[in-house]
């Protein structure tokens, strides 16, 4: 029976992490629409916080996830200093760049609790001729 939850926790916080993911790449594509990158870029705050708090629920319910913390911790860090300086005060431009930062971790997230291996997760080359070798292959 603690399998199954562990199981149903992990998936719900996938689904989560996906909405997370799209909910910042669209808000992302609505500002990359203009063509002028220094203009400065107004976003909704009072989205963003919302947001933000999902994120927040969302670490919160990672706790036992311990692969999960760190990306976690990262997308909220950059959602933090997207929130101290917007609305207003960033260009399109870097704007942007803090969204990125907000959705790789995200992505990695997603990656880990999907099962597909990561750049921290994938064996090492020479550790993979090993187990092949092991194998006799």
Request: with cysteine; glycine share 4%; charged share 20%.
């Amino acid at each position: 029976m603690a399998m199954t939850t562990m199981m149903t926790e992990r998936s719900q916080l996938y689904y989560t992490c996906v909405f997370l993911q799209v909910s910042f790449r669209a808000i992302g594509n609505s500002i990359t629409a203009a063509d002028d990158e220094t203009r400065r870029c107004w976003l909704d705050a009072q989205t963003l916080q919302l947001l933000l708090g999902e994120l927040q629920r969302c670490r919160q319910q990672a706790s036992p996830f311990r692969d999960l913390h760190s990306p976690l911790d990262q997308a909220i860090y950059h959602c933090g200093l997207l929130m101290a300086q917007c609305p207003g005060a960033l260009d399109q431009r870097l704007c942007r760049h803090h969204l990125d930062a907000i959705c790789l971790p995200l992505s990695q997230a997603i990656d880990q609790l999907a099962g597909k291996p990561t750049l921290a997760t994938k064996p090492s080359p020479k550790a993979d001729r090993r187990f092949r070798h092991w194998f006799g292959r």
